[in-house]
C-alpha cells in the first residue's frame, strides 16, 4: 500500500480574548490509500478544524502535512487551491449544493473549473449520476431533491475528477437514520472500489461503518 496522507505533530490553536484557545494538539495521522477511516469526536473537540486543515482551507500553527508526498504546509494559496481541487473531494453535512444550477450543472462544476471543456464534462457527469442512480433527476435544482439524493448529488460532485481523498464531515448529520445508512453502504461500496475516504462525525453508530477508527478528545487524536 502507499501512504495518502501523513500529519505529524500539527497543532492549532485560535485568539480568544488576550489568550489562544489551543484546538488540535501534536496531532499525528497516517492513512494509507484504499483506506475508509472515520474520527468520532464530541462538538467542539477539533474535527472540523482537522478536516479544514487536511482539506488544504487552513494552515497549521506546527507540524507538518504530506499528501501524497507533498509538502502541503510549503504551498502559497495558489498552489493549495490547485492542490484540493486535483486532490480532493468534499462531502458535508449539509450538501453544499448550488441551489440556482441543476443537477447536472452542480456535478460538471468542479471539472469546469478545472478547465475540462463543457462537453467532456456533461458526458463524466452523466455517468458519474447514472452510477449514483439519479439519470432521471438531472433537470432538478437541489430543492427539488430529498436530502438523500442531495447527497448523492454531493459525493458524485465529490468523485468528478477522480480525487486520491474523499473527506466527509458529517456526512449523514442532515439525514433520517435509514437514509443516512444508505449514504454509509454508498461510500463502503466506493471504498471497495478503491477510494480513500476519510470521515469525521460525532456519531459512534456513522463511525463504525469505516475500516479504522480513531478518536479526538479535546484536539488530542487517539486509536482508543
Ligand atoms: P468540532 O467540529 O469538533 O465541533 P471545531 O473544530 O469546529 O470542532 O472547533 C473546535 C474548537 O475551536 C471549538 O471550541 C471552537 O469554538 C473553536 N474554534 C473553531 N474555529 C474557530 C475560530 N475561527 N476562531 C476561534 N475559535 C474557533
Ligand atoms: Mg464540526
Request: proline content about 4%; glycine content about 10%; some cysteine.
Amino acid at each position: 500500500m502507499s501512504e495518502m496522507l501523513r500529519l505529524d505533530g500539527v497543532c492549532k490553536s485560535y485568539p480568544m480574548d488576550e489568550e489562544r484557545v489551543q484546538v488540535l494538539r501534536k496531532v499525528s495521522l497516517a492513512v494509507e490509500a484504499g483506506e475508509f477511516v472515520s474520527i468520532p469526536g464530541a462538538s467542539g473537540s477539533g474535527k472540523s478544524t482537522l478536516m479544514n486543515i487536511i482539506g488544504c482551507m487552513d494552515s497549521a500553527d506546527e507540524g507538518s502535512y504530506r499528501l501524497e508526498g507533498e509538502d502541503v504546509f510549503a504551498l502559497d494559496p495558489r498552489q493549495l487551491a490547485a492542490l484540493r481541487n486535483r486532490k480532493i473531494g468534499f462531502i458535508f453535512q449539509r450538501y453544499h449544493l448550488l441551489p440556482q444550477y441543476d443537477v447536472l450543472q452542480n456535478v460538471m462544476m468542479p471539472l469546469l473549473v478545472r478547465g475540462v471543456p463543457h462537453g467532456e464534462a456533461e458526458r463524466l457527469a452523466r455517468e458519474e449520476l447514472a452510477a449514483m442512480g439519479l439519470q432521471e433527476r438531472l433537470k432538478h435544482r437541489p430543492n427539488q431533491l430529498s436530502g438523500g439524493q442531495q447527497q448523492r448529488v454531493a459525493t458524485g460532485r465529490a468523485l468528478m475528477g477522480r480525487p486520491a481523498l474523499l473527506l466527509a464531515d458529517e456526512p449523514t448529520g442532515a439525514l433520517d437514520a435509514a437514509t443516512g445508512r444508505e449514504i454509509l453502504g454508498l461510500f463502503r461500496q466506493l471504498n471497495r472500489q478503491g477510494h480513500t475516504i476519510l470521515q469525521i462525525t460525532h456519531d459512534l453508530t456513522v463511525a463504525s461503518a469505516a475500516g479504522r477508527i480513531l478518536h479526538l478528545r479535546d484536539g488530542v487524536l487517539t486509536s482508543q
